[in-house]
């Protein structure tokens, strides 16, 4: 299957600062990519979807301006947490996928820890 | 609203036996479903994916069914072994929402004793 890359892996972070998390799609272009957030022993939350050249879409409860998205190309979308806080910490996912009825492949994920 | 849900949320079997995952939506008004593999702090590994306009997908010693009309997905799990220890989730892409994001159940942890 197709490869989404997510990086870094893990990242340790103080209060206050920011943190950007990448995501690309190796081997295809991804027209539209999704961001989610995983707590401990729960789903997956999705957080926003970004279309490229466009303003992602947040979901309901999440904060635009301190989750930044940006999808600058059909490869790369990234995520910002900006001004980092201890609730923050979690572990967060990307996915891409084509189109509507296509598989969806998922990043390795980001263990986030804001200390 | 879709919801999906997984049962049941934990399963513990001995190497060699085969078990079912259960998995249920309440809108049937989906582009297809996907089974989901996560070991502990990692991503997600695709297992399978099912249209809404198929009845099942095999992969090795995987098997998913899906009925759509009665909102129902299965993942049958042949000749468990340790390594299929991880959690399953299962995910479905709406037709009726913006968008075309999945959304998931909160999946089933499986552990396979040696």
């Known amino acids: 299957g197709a490869v989404v ?16 998390i990448e995501c690309r799609s190796l081997d295809f272009q991804a027209t539209t990519m999704f961001w989610y957030r995983q707590f401990p022993k729960q789903s997956l939350m999705l957080m926003a979807t970004s279309n490229e050249g466009s303003k992602a879409t947040y979901e309901q409860g999440v ?12 490869t790369l979308s990234t995520l910002t947490v900006t ?21 969806a492949f998922f990043g390795q994920g980001t263990r986030l820890t804001v200390v | 609203k879709q919801e999906v849900t997984q049962i049941p949320a934990a399963l513990s079997v001995p190497e060699g036996e085969n078990l079912v995952l259960n998995c249920s939506f309440t809108d049937s008004a989906i582009y297809n479903l996907q089974w989901f593999r996560q070991d502990p702090g990692k ?3 695709s297992l399978l994916l099912i249209q809404s306009s ?3 997908q095999t992969s090795g010693r995987l098997n998913a069914s899906l009925d ?11 000749a468990s072994q340790p390594g299929d220890s991880a959690t399953y989730l299962c995910a479905v892409s ?12 909160k999946g089933t942890t499986l552990s396979v004793s040696s």
């Open chain 1, 5 to 20: 890359s997510q990086h870094p892996s893990w990242v340790i972070c103080k209060s206050g600062t920011s943190v950007k």
């Open chain 1, 63 to 74: 904060e635009k301006d301190k989750f930044l998205i940006n999808h600058a190309s059909l």
């Open chain 1, 83 to 103: 001004s980092a806080h201890p609730e923050d910490s979690s572990f967060y996912i990307c996915s891409a996928r084509v189109g509507h009825n296509t598989e």
């Open chain 2, 43 to 45: 991503g997600l590994t």
């Open chain 2, 54 to 56: 198929q009845r099942e």
């Open chain 2, 68 to 78: 759509k009309s009665s909102g129902r997905s299965t993942l049958y799990i042949a």
């Open chain 2, 94 to 105: 709406p037709q009726n929402q913006a968008g075309t994001a999945l959304i998931f159940g």
